[in-house]
């Protein structure tokens, strides 16, 4: 079975400033792909960034992008020039092709000003 | 607008009553599915239905039952609700088959059971 690790539970970062999430994952799987969810406080599930565990180039959506090391099975999300609305719960996730959507337990980012 | 639409938004259940949580979505998606998220678990999967006529359970499907009526919409039912059962619950949906797709989710239940 497929499992998703996000150690951090809680991380504050200030306005302006880069904060790191991460994120591992155990797999014997070698094609999947890797999503990062943003739900703030409206409960409303946005993805932020996906990866294809082929690539490796990591991928880059504007303000965030990721730190994709397959060998580590490591997934870290980067979020540059951090902004009030920034502040959210972010989810790791794991989907093999075809497959469902599994889940870590999310991390609580605050954003001060 | 396009997308997940879930109904109810908010309900409150009294031990042993039973209800239906509807989901429906427009994207013509294959793949329909049911979450519940709870402090420090993230979302873990309920039921999903890989295509239209078929469901399967996920991680946690003690005390539910699903019914995919059309391709369109995908019900959760609880039968005799339990406190255990205070949750909130996602219904998403996916184009199924194509790993890199991304789930569009509804915008959730939030359920109480006293």
């Known amino acids: 079975a497929q499992t998703v690790t996000q150690s951090q539970p809680e991380m504050s970062v200030q306005e302006a400033e880069t904060v790191t999430l991460s994120c591992t994952y155990d797999?014997?799987?070698?094609?999947?792909?890797l999503f990062w969810y943003k739900q703030p406080p409206s409960r409303q599930m946005i993805l932020v960034i996906r990866?294809?565990?082929?690539?490796?180039q990591n991928a880059t959506e504007n303000r965030f992008s990721v730190n994709f090391q397959k060998a580590a099975k490591s997934f870290s999300l980067k979020i540059s020039d951090s902004q009030l609305g920034d502040a959210a719960m972010y989810f790791c996730a794991y989907r093999r092709w075809g497959n469902k959507l599994v889940f870590g337990a999310g991390t609580i980012l605050r954003v001060k000003s | 607008n396009a997308g997940v639409t879930q109904t109810p938004k908010f309900q409150v259940l009294k031990t042993g009553q039973s209800m239906t949580l509807q989901c429906a979505q427009d994207?013509?998606?294959?793949?329909m599915y049911w979450y519940r998220q709870d402090p420090g678990m993230g979302l873990r999967l309920i039921y999903y239905s890989a295509s239209e006529g078929t469901t399967d359970k996920g991680e946690v499907p003690n005390g539910y039952n699903v019914s995919r009526l059309n391709k369109r919409e995908f019900s959760l039912r609880l039968e005799s609700a339990a406190p255990s059962q205070t949750s909130v619950y996602f219904c998403a949906s996916s184009e199924g088959g194509t790993g890199g797709t991304a789930f569009l989710f509804g915008s959730g239940t939030r359920l109480t059971v006293v």
């Open positions: 990866q294809e565990a082929y690539k490796q």
């Open positions: 797999t014997s799987e070698s094609d999947y792909y």
């Open positions: 994207m013509n998606h294959n793949s």
